[in-house]
């Protein structure tokens, strides 16, 4: 594909929470990108995209679109198990590729996806948007900066109280990447992979915690990865039964001490409710939702306030896919699809772990999940 000039034209496939909450504010808040064209196979009276969104063009089909010369960029938000069909259909038109998380069902199937945009010279990002959040962002600084020394226990949570199934919608069916493991899940591994990289074992508790679940939904999971050589354990949690006022989202702790973290990054909440980043306040939280620092000092810890750092917010996402297309090549995509793969890679050994009942070796046992 050659070089192309800014604005790029983007097409989204799909139009759900995800199109509408996740990618088209921030499309629209980049300069580099032209919210071009939507692909919607069933507009309604009431969820139309060319009515909310005047003079884009609106597609039946993803086939037709794709045959769309004058699409640079394709945006994928549809259910995962389509994902790797709609990447290759538009990578087999030279198409560059922004596809929501989690990448596929499974990492063979990212791994032929990455073969193709490497064989074509395309650009291929998966949206892991969670490592803009801002108190992962801190968190990140605090133990690049070894605030907190050696690390030896490193929680991460996604907890909500939703013992009732829910009605309706793809995520109440039992898919091939579907369940609250690579749904939450994918975000919190890919959160500690990128700070920790890939563990040496998994443990995983993939499974049910609603008492009435006709689908057969895995709604929950606790996954731990080990790391032998620094002692790291790695909790990662994604339930559905926490009855809390407010549900823990970090605990993480040191040789030097801690930080205990709740609530999540207000990012999301704030799309919901129409706010874009750049708006004033976007990304901040308030400060009685600051992190708990402790530090050991004269041999006793204290603890004080750790407010978040300046938000960068999920709008980096865009800028950085921007500046790759306007390097080609030069500038890396926000999200390289090597690391999304490898989480994909740890949620087949999670689900096996949890199935056979035992610790997998990442490396020894990757075969068997093939």
Same mark, same amino acid.
């Given at each position: ?32 990108? &032209? ?210 006022? &407010? ?124």
């Amino acid at each position: 594909m050659g070089p192309i000039k800014p604005p790029y034209n983007v097409a989204i496939i799909g139009y759900g929470m995800s199109a509408k909450v996740f990618h088209i504010p921030l499309i629209q808040v980049t300069p580099a990108f &032209n919210l071009y064209a939507i692909v919607q196979r069933n507009p309604t009276p009431d969820n139309d995209a060319s009515k909310d969104h005047p003079g884009i063009k609106l597609y039946r089909s993803s086939e037709e679109m794709v045959d769309d010369e004058t699409v640079d960029v394709v945006v994928i938000t549809t259910i995962p198990t389509s994902h790797f069909e709609l990447c290759n259909l538009a990578m087999e038109r030279y198409k560059y590729v922004i596809v929501e998380k989690p990448f596929t069902p499974t990492s063979k199937e990212a791994d032929e996806l990455i073969n193709i945009a490497v064989n074509r010279d395309l650009f291929l990002s998966v949206y892991q948007n969670r490592r803009w959040d801002t108190d992962f962002l801190t968190l990140s600084k605090l133990v690049k900066e070894g605030t907190l020394g050696r690390v030896v226990e490193f929680e991460t949570h996604f907890d909500r109280h939703r013992p009732e199934a829910p009605t309706g919608g793809w995520k109440t069916k039992s898919l091939p990447g579907g369940g609250g493991v690579y749904d939450l899940g994918t975000h919190l591994i890919d959160q500690v992979v990128v700070l920790f990289g890939l563990p040496d074992r998994i443990t995983g508790f993939v499974g049910s915690q609603r008492e009435h679940n006709p689908e057969g939904v895995e709604d929950s999971c606790t996954v731990l990865l080990h790391y032998d050589s620094t002692g790291l354990l790695a909790t990662v949690k994604a339930g559905v039964v926490s009855p809390e006022v &407010n549900q823990l989202r970090f605990w993480v702790r040191g040789e030097k001490g801690s930080y205990k973290k709740f609530h999540l990054d207000p990012q999301e909440d704030q799309l919901k409710a129409g706010e874009k980043p750049g708006d004033a306040g976007f990304g901040l939280e308030p400060d009685d939702r600051a992190g708990t620092l402790t530090i050991i000092k004269d041999g006793q810890p204290k603890s004080e306030p750790c407010p978040n750092i300046e938000p960068v917010t999920y709008s980096t996402f865009y800028d950085q896919f921007a500046k790759a297309i306007e390097g080609q090549g030069e500038i890396p995509v926000p999200v390289e699809a090597e690391g999304p793969k490898n989480v994909i890679r740890l949620i087949e050994l999670a689900r096996l772990s949890s199935k056979e009942g035992r610790t997998l070796k990442v490396k020894e046992h990757y075969a068997e999940v093939d």
